[in-house]
């Protein structure tokens, strides 16, 4: 049975999209306060040495400045930090190139810049493991010899105030550095190689790459005049998340840190709060507002990209195109921290991707003196996909059967067992792969000399969380929606066809607002969840609100609740169209009768038992340029299983995004570190971000494959597209040029080498 | 049956004490928001006049006055007003001495002032009518000739824009420039006086009184940098009603205008709004966020003070005490607007204060060109009370009866009419003087020479609306609890004892939020009306989150949701400790776990059908100078029914000021305008408002005569206690001395020639 909605599934325009393509959005940046002071971190210039001596008698002198700050004055990670990401002082050590050692802060950021040069720190190196590669060697110095911090330890020290439980308890480990380990199986792996006729194993190298977000990291944080609470001013995707690190960095209740989320420049994972923490520190030590904004520089050194991963896949089939076994190992270069669980991402999507009986996937997450890695969108994903759909592709060619075929046989398909052994409940890789069947691409793709269609799957088991929302409708007729969200994606302009839908009204008389940390609740902004997490608990407050309106109306228009319509903005007795109310003429009664049912507000919840996992298919077409091995996508096509499109424009331009960061990933993107951990790359200039003019036509195919388990059919669509530009533009090359690319990004001089 | 409460009802500090007797409260005046322009409005000093020009060049040409605003520039009264406060600027035409005729604004607030001085305003005075007993003569010019304007018509224009309906098709009025009337019969006026064997009359006279907070009307506007939305920070008591009237004036939409309430520095009714709409019009045309800070000076000339009122009382009664008839005929001086339903509001309540079968009162609301009178605490009663009941009192004397015990056998109770003839369902009178009848000023009040003690009795209706409220438990186990509030007289002190009762939590976990008019809603903070129009509605959604809490817990731990109980931040089974957890895991649970319950978040509403009357007994001890007819007052007692005091510490401080403003009324505060409508007395030296050491002891007894109407058996409280005083302390000067004073407030001046 197909649902017919008025609202939900049209194509709204954003809500916010006139003021951001304007440039009217105020950022962090733009937000001047009074009394603001202005901070500047100093960063480490070693990957790790000790810190002998911070003379801070000369910047201290320079009129304008307010303070130098060392871990001496702040609060360190004595107290922190469930997160691990949110920046506080090195206090005896430093452990990367970019840690933060001083913060000055002064009365404008012209002398908080002077007075950097004006802090001496004396640093004694110490010796430095870079490589990923290097670092699992036993030979090489261990990062945290005592284990990494653990939650509660002073990461500030030279070895770290104790390790984690399980670092401690661990036998003598395989690898040295190894922070992590993740172990996937089923099946038997010999056995499955040994029925193979073909066999394919190969290794392959991902660089580290940026999110690229265009606004830098920013921080505002105002001390209350009135008592130790703090009001905190964060382009972050977790504001709940960042308030209790905060609170726990602070020792404040968590009512105290109110976070307030402001729009966001780019988040893509890497916006959970990385200055916070040194901001609020910094205002409540000085009483004042303080402003940190980062340079362009400082944020490729002190932020939190993704990880380098180093890989090794070897699949086995039957000569009929049956996959009899797969086996990744996979080593995620962590730098100093956590690693975000991408070994178990890796693996219980990978290991998800086909049915085959037999199958290990072993991903080792290992430290280095590099900076932590974080979260970028869909984390490991495009990595770990790139490995695996690259030997997938290649066994279709052993073979000899087309990629796109090899792929519609294999893929998983619910009951099918996910990386973790688990079935999927549902999941739509066959349904993605159905709609291109007949696209040109696949059925004439017309290519020329040099050019080559690539394929590739992805899947992505999303996230989901509780939620709350709470909707009043006023006096005018118009309705409010408030929500606990950070609205990264425009998530807003979903919501507000689910409240048009349930109360009648046009999704212009919809206002959302986002309330700070002590109102309502959400999931963070990540892991494909938001609108999938809140919509039930949204869908469910207007479900209230409208009831209610029903009731009052009843007793107004002296008519039965059931009989009553929400329309337009009219709320009628069904059939009687002279007996109407206008919805504000209900709410003017609900917020004035004595005796009456009182204001109209419905509160919803949402707490869905799992996310709905999401698939999609990448096709891309390239031109190789055979003189400099130059590769150019020409076309690049996008099948993903969004369940249900709330506001498909929405999620078309979440497809397009990704598509692009893909490709990014693909052809562009690397952090190229020297053997001392020193960037090469930290600009702009260096790092090679796709211009609008590198990205092809993108085409986005919404595949509508409903999902049991959530409102409407809806899955999670902020994450796949970004999954398998990668792969694909590899297996476009390999079928352009005969070339398998193997490490990422594909540069045009390893290409053109390949071709020798 | 007693109900046990462990939090309700006990004395606790209020939430916000500390940062008001620290001086660190941030009023509206202490906010400064960056790119801040100033605003000072030039004010009519012409009670009556044509503008014939308004020549702003030279003060534009200042440095730094960014605009000089005329009503050609701003929104006018043509769009507004629902409540007719709010100031806009005069076009053709000024009313009163204060009436504002021009805005400046300017980079500063010193500019603004000396570019006042440079704008000439040439006006042609007209005839007018400023005493308001000439101005009910058919001689006197007609304030409104074709009657006040509407809501929606051009006050700024000479003869308004038409007149209000009830005005139109009103026949030859017996009195000139009455705006409204008021006439409440019940039995034969004329039988009941032809039954008294004693009948006493007299005229009384009070003058105009101001509120006399310490704040003058301050306001600011921010413009949103993003849309044509309006934040407004305002020191208002109700703001949702001055948001609407906002809305009306710029013609937006209800969301686009958000008004923040900020800590108001005194309110006393006269704060709703004055000085917003010109600061908003200003801002919205300037695109700059706009400041206005009234002077002391402009506060006294613009804003909205009590009115005078001139009273004529004529009691009968027979020899045994029985009171026969009630007659009073009251004149309200409008100024130039409407009069708040004062003249409803004394007979409603005046005509219900004694068992009395025949009465008769008519209230004439009469226009003269003077400031629009406004609400203050309780309006008109003071003034209605102290006419009525220095009647009584001499009637009491006249018969030979105590007038304790002729009160005692009088008063009005539950059955008896109030003064709309229906009546009374639940009044406190018969209590008040229980509570009484055995303190020592009645049982044995040991007077010296010159000392008297005097008695009055006080009702007052109160009032009610709907309010929602929303309750949130956060995971530290704190209690979040959001209103639409505006918290004038420290409600939320009384919130979290509710809270805190239904969550089995302490209070200081409990943390009152109020929302912007995007969200809770909630009646005006007036009218007495706040905690007891709320209160219900923040039971409810404590005890939605507290079975939430229940309910979660007993999945948790394994039992029955009816087994759970609430103690001490603890969710536990009754009769099983060791199965307990913390409120802070329960909401961990709540906000974390998938397939749960969600998280917790309760919301609750209010709507009751009527307020509950609160009655008050005033005692006042004074000693009278018989050489300078200076009256000093030396012991104040109020009793008043409470119905049940939820923070009795609050309550008590509503009494104590309250108390303290009644005698600013008896015996100190006037304004006093010339027959040209010039302000003699505008400012804090001229103006006598009662200083601290003029105040005696104030002792405050809560009677809890519980209501059957609301939550609790509460009562409204703010407005009670100033109704008496001004009676009691002329019944006491009448004890002491024999001279029955009949003019508020009393001058040692009359006391003395009322003696000879």
Known sequence: MTVQYKHIGTRRPLIEGREKVTGRTRFVA??????????????????????????????????????????????????????????????EAVHFVGQPVVLVVAENMMIAEDAVDLVYIDYEPLPAVTNLLTAIEHSSPAVWPNGIPKDESDMGSIHGGGGDDDEATKPTPKYNNIHAENHFERGDITAGFAAADVIIEREYTCNIVHQGYIEPHAAVTVPSPLDDSIDV???????????????????????????????????????????????A??????????????????????????????????????????????????????????????????????????KCDNLQIDVWEVLTHKPPIGAYRAPAMPQGTFALESNIDDMAAALGIAPFDFRRQNAAEPGDPAGNGKPWRTIGFKQCLDALADHPLIANPNLQANEGVGIAIAGWGTNVGPADATCRVDTDGSVVLQTGQVDLTSNSSAFVLIVAESMGVSPSDVVVVNTDTTGAFAPGSGGSQVTYSVAGAV????????????????????????????????????GVPDKALSLAQVAQNARSKRGGQGPIV???????????????????KVHVDPVSGKVTPRHYVCAQDVGKAINPLLVEGQMHGGMAQGLGFALHEAMIYDENGQLLTGSFLDYDLPQSDQVPTLEAIMVENPSPISPFGMRGVGEPPIIGGAAAVANAIRQAVGVRPTELPIRAEHVWQARL
Chains 1, 2 share one sequence.
């Open 233 to 279: 001013y964060a382009a972050v995707q977790g504001k709940f998340w960042l308030r209790d690190d905060l609170a726990k960095l602070l020792d404040l209740p968590l009512h105290k840190v109110r976070v307030h989320s402001v729009d966001v420049g780019g988040g893509f994972g890497a916006k959970y709060g990385i200055l916070d923490g040194l901001g």
């Open 30 to 91: 733009d937000l001047q306060l009074p009394g603001t002071v202005y901070g500047r971190p100093i960063l480490s210039p070693y990957a790790h040495a000790k810190i002998t001596e911070i003379d801070k008698s000369e910047a201290e002198a320079l009129p304008g400045v307010i303070a130098v700050l060392t871990a001496a004055d702040l609060p360190t990670r004595d107290k922190v930090i469930r997160s691990r990401m949110t920046a506080t002082l090195a206090k």
């Open 281 to 354: 520190s910094a205002a409540v030590a000085l009483g004042r507002p303080v402003k940190i904004i980062l340079s362009r520089s400082d944020d490729f050194l002190t932020t939190m990209p993704a990880p380098a991963i180093h890989l090794r896949v070897k699949t086995g089939a039957k000569q009929d195109g049956t996959i009899t076994a797969i086996q990744m190992e996979a080593f995620c270069d962590n730098g100093v921290y956590f690693g975000w669980a991408q070994g178990w991402l890796i693996g219980f999507a990978c290991g998800g991707y086909y």
């Open 539 to 574: 869908r469910d407050a207007a479900d209230s609100a409208a009831q209610q309106v029903r009731e009052i109306a009843a007793d107004m228009l002296e008519a039965a609740a059931a009989d009553i319509e929400l329309i337009d903005g009219q709320v009628q007795v069904r």
């Open 602 to 620: 419905g509160d919803g919840k949402s707490a869905l038992p799992e996310p709905s996992p999401a698939a999609s298919v990448h096709l891309v």
